[in-house]
């Protein structure tokens, strides 16, 4: 760098570029013309400027032991560290604010300070709007998601509720009358749920809700919805499912929980009843028949599957 004024110092100038080349620890010189804004701003006795900006600005006062910092161990050819953009109380109104920038260029190293124009300051506000308006957003639709998630799941088995439940089979039979396929539906009861509660407590009911919401999680295929239907009560909906697989499903989730280690409380077992869609039928009469083979098979001696 040599200190004859050149067209880019002039550029910079008009810019409000204000250029301070660093000549010693803490230590400037003023570098090519300096903007008038930086004049008005750190005045000097004689030269009309000050080459110690930090002595009337407190924002530059931390910057600068920043910069130090930097230009002490920066050993890159070229490298830079930028401040964050203030504004100084000397300023006229109108929004104006000052960036400054240590920038090491090899054998150089160069503190810049930066007026930013009104229309900048303009453009960081609608981007700052813009960002919160994203923010609000995004939190709008945690908010959304996180009432979604509550209204359609059960918060003790993390299962879907009756509601969703509901939702989905309608959606189902939708589908089977529209392209045909099959469809079936299982209806599982804890079998002596009350004695558990009665026996061990509440708490240890809900242990055994929970445990058994996740081994059905774990097990189903991930075409099929597991809800947690009511009270010790749940469903299983198995899309594209025949009569003789649910049955087959039905029997290992049945085997599945009567194997299951459920820690201090003796062995659970269920009851499930099985029902298939007939093209055309109502679902009330779909639950209800699977709802009716549930009942056989607590009647039958419980811990089995049924049919409908």
């Given amino acids: 760098m040599d200190k004859d004024p ?6 910079l100038s008009a810019l409000d570029i204000a250029v301070l080349r660093r000549i010693g620890e803490r230590r400037y010189e003023m570098y090519g013309t300096v903007p008038g804004f930086y004049a008005r701003l750190f ?5 009309g400027y ?15 032991d ?4 930097f230009f002490s161990r920066s050993t890159q050819n070229t490298s830079s560290l930028s401040s964050g953009i203030w504004q ?11 960036l400054a920038t240590a920038m090491n260029l090899g054998k150089n190293q160069v503190l810049i300070v930066r007026l930013l124009s009104e229309d900048f300051i303009d453009r960081r506000r609608i981007l700052q709007k813009a960002r ?3 923010l609000e957003r ?16 059960d918060a003790l088995s993390m299962l879907y509720n009756r509601v969703a439940f509901m939702e989905a089979l309608q959606d189902e039979a939708n589908r089977i009358t529209r392209d045909g396929g099959d469809l079936s539906l299982l209806l599982m009861d804890i079998d002596d749920f009350k004695g558990i509660n009665d026996v061990y407590g509440q708490l240890a009911g ?7 919401g996740r081994f059905l999680s774990k097990l189903l295929r991930r075409e099929d919805m597991a809800a947690r239907y009511g009270g010790e009560e749940f469903a299983v909906l198995a899309p594209f499912t025949t009569q003789q697989q649910a049955l087959c499903m039905a029997e290992k989730l049945r085997s599945g929980i009567a194997g299951y280690n459920f820690g201090s409380l003796p062995p659970v077992t269920v009851s499930i009843g099985c029902a298939s869609y007939k093209s055309g039928e109502l679902l009330d009469s779909l639950i209800q028949r699977a709802d009716l083979a549930l009942y056989d098979a607590k009647k039958n001696g419980k811990n089995r599957v049924q049919y409908r």
């Fill in 6 to 11: 050149t067209l880019a110092l002039f550029v």
């Fill in 43 to 47: 005045p000097g006795k004689d030269a």
């Fill in 50 to 64: 000050c080459v110690t900006p930090w002595d009337y600005s407190e924002m530059l006062a931390f910057f600068l």
């Fill in 66 to 69: 920043d910069a130090e910092s």
């Fill in 88 to 98: 100084e109380e000397g300023l006229q109104a109108g929004g104006m604010a000052l």
């Fill in 132 to 134: 919160e308006q994203l």
């Fill in 138 to 153: 995004r939190m709008l639709h945690n908010d959304l998601e996180a009432n979604r998630h509550r209204t359609h799941f």
């Fill in 206 to 212: 809900d242990t055994v809700l929970a445990a058994l």
